[in-house]
């Protein structure tokens, strides 16, 4: 059965909407991340692999809460939004540092340039993840 316009329209509406809220809360986690990646790789010998995992870590926690209450307006107990977001999030730190390992030690590329690679895949699993599994309602 084929949907009436207005209903996709407002559909459409409404996910773009989410992607926007999903993308500015990722901008403030990601803040988190960059700052910690930064922040360790200047004053350590960290590996930037690792300083950008733990600032993924970090990260999670941030885009957890922003997310629950402003892009998904959840009403989910938090045992049951935290763990599904928990365990989208932990798919996202495996990309995260498998592409930040590739790209830095294969490819040699700059940490920078490797992060933002890697962040702007992981949002293609992210956001698609958290809207149809996590906060589904």
Do not use: C
């Not at 950008?52 to 107990?77: D, E, M, P, Q, W």
């Not at 830095?104 to 702007?120: C, D, K, R, S, V």
């Amino acid at each position: 059965m084929k949907q009436p316009p207005v209903l996709v329209n407002k559909l459409r509406f409404k996910i773009l909407s989410q992607f926007l809220y999903f993308a500015g809360a990722g901008a403030v986690g990601t803040l988190v991340q960059y700052v910690v990646l930064i922040g360790l790789a200047q004053i350590t010998d960290i590996s930037p692999v690792l300083t950008s995992a733990a600032g993924f870590v970090l990260g999670t926690f941030v885009n957890y809460i922003l997310n629950y209450r402003y892009t998904f307006r959840s009403t989910k107990n938090h045992r049951e939004a935290m763990t599904k977001f928990m365990a989208v999030a932990l798919v996202g730190l495996i990309l995260n540092t498998f592409i930040m390992a590739v790209a830095t030690e294969y490819f040699t590329l700059h940490y920078l340039l490797a992060q933002i690679l890697a962040t702007g895949l992981v949002l293609i699993w992210n956001f698609p993840a958290n809207l149809l599994w996590t906060f589904r309602g």
